[in-house]
């Protein structure tokens, strides 16, 4: 550390407590409570990155989250390494490493460098212009564009940090520690309102906390000592939390807004372990006070880029709240007063200060006589018109103005300075008020937006506010705060203060030069390396929204969505234009006002937490039995079950050849099931369904088929009629919960007069489903006491059961075209059923099989399942389900639209059978059919939905959709395939046992 | 992300509700009767405007109960909360 950088005076920084970090490799040291840039700059360390496109040598330039420069990559684990930090944001702590990011090979000896000499073959927009064509090419620059621009590196591995979320809900919340947010906070706790305070640093207090000059204070105290004073009385108040280093990322309607917290960032590497590293609160405040403060602007001239030259506040800030000195020999380069404060700041801790270059008119604030009687050369009316030095500052040349600021006459100054400080004045942070939906109006005496009508219930106050004196300051912060939270009387009404007054103001957004603008380089958007030329040339060509000359030259498009440069690029864009600024509008500011981690995002929603997972009452026994699984929706559906070193085709197989010739059981307990009750029960179904019910006997089921209004089929499945007012419907697994919200829908808002209830049950029941020529005598054997016979328990009906004195329901019904029997039986009971028929088929060899084989065999019936053989624009029509659709009713949902002009078309898609030629070949699911082979372009005229190999039939079965498919029958058809064509033929949609003869076997 | 005064449970966030599209559209009682053009004009037809507008809107994640909700579409802001079958308030 060079020693003579550090200065002793200093009350931030403990200088007992010295870290040691690493930089580029480098070791180095730095005190607790420094950021990475004050550290570096205490090691004299000014170059830390290469600008993204000419990759001239770039040094730290502010002191917040607006540096365009200093961006960084920290750690170098493959889990935890982040790109693009802001070294003026990172606080240091043991074993931090950092590196640059945008060089190759290293920051001091960079290929792409060669981009500078060539600039004025890089002209705004280049990358576009030249990349775009020939497209073939642009292979061949990325790779070049991607090394030498280097981004930063993501990291390779999952993050190994917590990050958590709260919500937080507050009377008044204050964003932002600066002077007027204190004074507000301890306003609104002292009248007893639930208040919030946050501010992104780690100490309150603002720029005020370390402004300790005779030219600013409050009741006989230096500003610093007497804020620093409210800042203790702050502590005593219940009702009011404050939150340091948390940044508000995001301010939506309805006062709703998100806030990051880092919690572990700043502590030393072995600390952070098992901690949460940020939270994220979400905010809902009945009332926000926006205290944002303002930024420094940069002043645009020829080589204003190189390391050394640095915002004169952040000089300000590294001497006065780091005790860092940016240089040993200074020169001030500005528009306004404030840079007089970084004149004195640093007379006051033995750094020269060389020359102001100012390019007002003398003027005689009490600021600039303090600064006078020092005895420094104050150049009036005069603009630095170059810079010089390559990786660091070591000159400037300086020229007079011309009366009217075009142009610069006289002769060249040169002074030489190892640090220039520049400032073009303020801009306030409006960004969280146009966030929150807020319109600006512009200023014209100083060229700032500020805050105008917002709709919400929020005020800014301070220098976000347009108020930059101390006085100002105070006297609006209480008038507008008293107001705006109905306060009468306020502590802050009679504060005596001192304040220089800023006399003369003058601004010039483009500098002149004495070479022409095409020999020069003015940097206006620094990270994303455009100059003021760059904006020329795009209204030159043309351009006229502020929006597209934005995206052409790629102004303010970087990380900090042009914090830096907005200002000037309108204010550049309406000179050469003609046009006023106000008029202009400004670009958008977008949330997060500085970037979010992913993990802070997402907080706890990660790995397993990520979604729901259901599982069925004997799911622990599918694991046992080695099931595979399948999601459907956010269930774990068993999906096959192999045996020794069974592929799934083999299961498959072997399951579904089982079911048919022996039995085999199925968890359908995923099935929707909806309790419907109320005496107009039988009518709701009528209308939902597009068959009829009210016949429906009582202890009888019914395949229904649901259609949505257009006709289309939306859900299907078999409901049961329980007793008189009482029904047990069942949806698909994934239809479940729109189905219940659809009806309810209607039962709300349409037929409000029916008396009908709907209550999910799916989680209340679970069902073991046994299919096969022996489930009867398993079942018999379960449950000695039902009488099983056809005459007693018919297909499609259902029965109350006692297995071990506990009620169930049996329904005699079937997916799969064989005998086939479903208990349902509350939840908890259901393993052990499940395990009972395992048991009593044990004799039969009942094999157990997951949803796969169930689709097999519902395909070898021909039996559709919607989502895979529908797609929301098949009617139950087009899947030749004529005999569902009910000829005698008046109205369900859907019927009109069956025969609109275009339901009723003949030529619609329409569901078939497929059979190969090669019994053997599989058709591919999704794959396209078509009539000939030899026509090009060929018509496709569908396509396949559903193929599997069927055991049972000892041949390929499929299931398709096709044009005009019913009329097609019998015909030849093509699925071309990328390396051969396979020959099909139409069949019907049934395989298997047309006759049904299986479901009495 | 704004907030909807559920008529039932009271003000919770609009993450809990979703959208039925607009309002006091009314599903014909003789579908049958109507002509094409007629039945397309109730099935497809929907406002869709910046400004205030008349919407359904359905406590999902709550009561589950469906009602009425007048939003400016440009501010989201919500000037009106009313139950299924109750009268609009006048525009
Ligand atoms: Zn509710």
Redesign the interface.
């Known amino acids: 550390m060079s020693k003579n950088l550090r200065t002793t005076n200093n009350k931030f920084i403990d200088q007992t407590s010295r870290i040691s970090f690493k930089f580029d490799g480098k070791k180095l040291y730095g005190f607790k409570g420094d950021t990475l840039a004050s550290a570096l700059l205490a090691n004299n360390i000014h170059l830390v990155g290469r600008s993204f496109k000419y990759h001239r040598p770039r040094g730290i330039m502010t002191c917040g989250s607006e540096e365009p420069n200093a961006i960084l990559q920290v750690g170098n684990d493959p889990s935890m390494t982040e790109p693009n930090t802001r070294a003026t944001e990172i606080e240091i702590y043991e074993g931090l490493e950092a590196s640059s990011q945008n060089c190759w090979p290293s920051v001091n000896f960079d290929l792409g460098a060669v981009n500078n000499f060539f600039s004025p073959l890089i002209p705004a927009a280049f990358y576009y212009k030249t990349f775009m064509w020939p497209a073939n090419f642009w292979k061949l620059y990325e790779y070049f564009i991607r090394k030498s621009a280097g981004l930063g590196k993501s990291p390779t591995e999952p993050d190994k940090d917590i990050y958590d979320q709260r919500y937080l809900h507050c009377d008044v919340l204050i964003v932002g520690g600066g002077i007027s947010g204190i004074m507000a906070a301890k306003t609104a706790a002292k009248n007893n309102l639930n208040t919030v305070l946050i501010d992104d640093k780690n100490t309150l207090g603002g720029t005020t906390i370390f402004q300790e000059n005779e030219c600013y204070k409050i009741n006989n105290l230096y500003s610093n000592k007497w804020l620093k004073k409210e800042i203790e009385t702050l502590k005593s108040f219940k009702n009011l939390t404050i939150k340091t280093r948390t940044s508000l990322a995001a301010y939506?309607?309805?006062n709703?807004l998100l806030a990051r917290e880092n919690l572990t960032d700043h502590l030393d590497l072995n600390e952070k372990k098992d901690k949460i590293r940020q939270r994220l609160w979400k905010i809902?405040s009945k009332k926000v006070i926006i205290a944002t403060g303002a930024m420094e602007r940069p002043l645009i001239f020829n080589n204003n880029d190189r390391p050394g030259i640095i915002l004169s506040s952040s000089i300000k800030k590294y001497i006065d709240y780091y005790g860092v000195k940016c240089g040993q020999k200074v020169s001030l380069f500005t528009n306004n007063d404030s840079a007089y404060e970084t004149a004195i700041s640093l007379n006051n801790s033995g750094v020269t200060v060389n020359s102001i270059v100012d390019i007002r008119d003398k003027t005689n604030s009490l600021i600039v006589k303090e600064v006078d009687k020092l005895g420094i050369k104050i150049h009036w009316k005069s603009s630095v018109v170059n810079t010089n030095g390559y990786k660091k500052i070591n000159s400037i040349e300086i020229m007079k103005l011309s009366d009217d600021g075009a142009a610069v006459v006289g002769k060249k100054i040169k002074v030489e300075c190892d640090c220039l400080g520049i400032s073009g004045g303020w801009t306030p942070r409006v960004h969280l008020f146009t966030q929150s939906?807020g319109k600006l109006k512009f200023r014209i005496e100083d060229n700032v937006f500020l805050p105008d009508k917002s709709?919400l219930d929020q005020i800014s106050i301070g220098s976000c506010n347009g108020d930059f004196e101390l006085d100002e300051v105070i006297k609006n912060s209480v008038y507008l705060t008293n107001k705006f939270l109905e306060i009468n009387n306020n502590d802050y009404e009679n504060l005596e203060i001192i304040s220089s007054k800023e006399i003369n103001k003058k601004n010039i957004w483009l500098l002149p030069s004495d070479k022409p603008l095409g020999k020069t380089k003015p940097f206006l958007d620094f990270q994303n390396d455009s100059t003021a030329n760059d904006i020329k040339l795009a209204l030159r060509e043309g351009f006229k929204s502020i929006e597209h000359v934005k995206r052409y030259t790629t102004t303010g498009m970087a990380t900090d969505q042009g914090k830096l440069s907005n200002m000037h690029a309108l204010g550049i864009i309406a000179e050469t234009a003609g046009v006023k600024m106000g008029e202009l509008g400004t670009t958008t500011f977008r949330p997060p006002y500085t970037p979010l981690t992913f993990g802070a995002i997402v907080g706890r929603n990660v790995g397993k937490f990520f979604d729901i997972t259901r599982k069925t009452p004997m799911h622990d026994w599918h694991v046992e039995n080695k099931a595979k699984f399948e999601n459907v929706g956010q269930w774990k559906r068993a999906w096959y079950y192999p045996k020794d070193n069974e592929n799934m085709y083999e299961a498959v197989q072997r399951e579904s050849k089982a079911a048919r010739d022996s039995s085999g059981i199925l968890d359908a307990s995923t099935l929707g099931k909806i309790d419907i009750q109320g005496s107009d029960a039988s009518e709701f179904l009528n209308r939902v369904y597009t068959n009829a019910w009210s016949k429906l006997e009582i202890g009888k089921c019914r395949y229904g088929l649901m259609l949505n209004?257009?006709g289309m089929v939306y859900d299907d499945g078999v409901t049961t009629r329980l007793s008189e007012n009482h029904y047990l419907m069942t949806t698909t697994t994934g239809g479940a919960a729109n189905v219940l919200?659809k009806l309810?829908?209607y039962l709300?808002?349409?037929w409000?007069e029916l008396d009908v209830y709907l209550t999910s049950v799916t989680d209340h029941y679970g069902t073991v489903s046994i299919c096969g020529p022996n489930s009867k005598k398993i079942l018999s054997k379960v449950i000695p006491d039902l009488v099983l016979s056809d005459e007693e328990f018919p297909h499609m009906s259902f029965k109350n059961a006692l297995i071990d004195n506990i009620k169930c329901r049996v329904m005699r019904i079937s997916f799969t075209g064989e005998l086939s029997y479903e208990i349902n039986i509350q939840s908890s009971y259901v393993k052990s059923v499940w395990e009972k028929c395992i048991d009593a088929g044990k004799e039969f060899d009942i094999t157990p099989y997951g949803t796969e084989t169930m689709h097999l065999l519902r395909a070898e019936k021909g039996f559709i399942i919607t989502g895979q053989d529908t797609d929301g624009t098949m009617t139950p029509v087009d899947l030749q389900m004529d005999w569902i659709i009910s000829k005698k009713k008046?109205?369900f949902i859907g019927?009109?639209?069956l025969y609109?002009?275009d339901t009723i078309r003949e030529d619609r898609k329409q569901l078939v059978g497929l059979l190969t030629e090669d019994p053997k070949e599989i058709l591919e699911e999704g794959a396209q059919i078509v009539a000939e082979t030899n026509k090009k372009p060929i018509e496709m005229i569908g396509h396949v939905t559903s193929s599997y190999f069927s055991p049972n039939l000892n041949k390929s079965i499929a299931l398709a959709v096709v044009k005009n498919g019913k009329k097609l029958k019998g015909q030849k058809m093509f699925v071309p395939m990328k390396d051969k064509t396979i020959n099909v033929t139409i069949t019907d949609t049934v395989f298997l046992d047309k006759e049904n003869k299986r479901l009495n076997a | 992300?704004?907030?909807i005064n559920c008529p039932y449970c009271g003000e919770r966030d609009q993450s809990e509700f979703s959208s039925?599209g607009e309002a006091h559209i009314?599903?014909?009682k003789?579908?049958?009767e109507?002509s094409?053009d007629q039945?397309?004009e109730y099935?497809f037809m929907r406002k869709n405007i910046k400004g205030v507008q008349f919407e359904?809107w359905?406590h999902?994640h709550g009561c589950?109960?469906?009602f009425n909700v007048v939003r400016d579409t440009s501010?989201?802001?919500i000037h009106a909360v009313y139950k299924?079958?109750e009268k609009p308030p006048v525009k």
Do not use: C
Request: glycine share 6%; proline share 6%; hydrophobic share 20%.
């Open positions: 939506h309607n309805y709703y809902r939906g709709k209004e257009d919200s309810e829908d709300q808002t349409e409000p008046y109205d019927k009109r639209s609109r002009s | 992300m704004f907030l039925g009314v599903r014909p003789q579908p049958t109507l094409d039945w397309a099935l359904r359905n999902t589950r109960k469906w501010n989201d802001i299924m079958g």
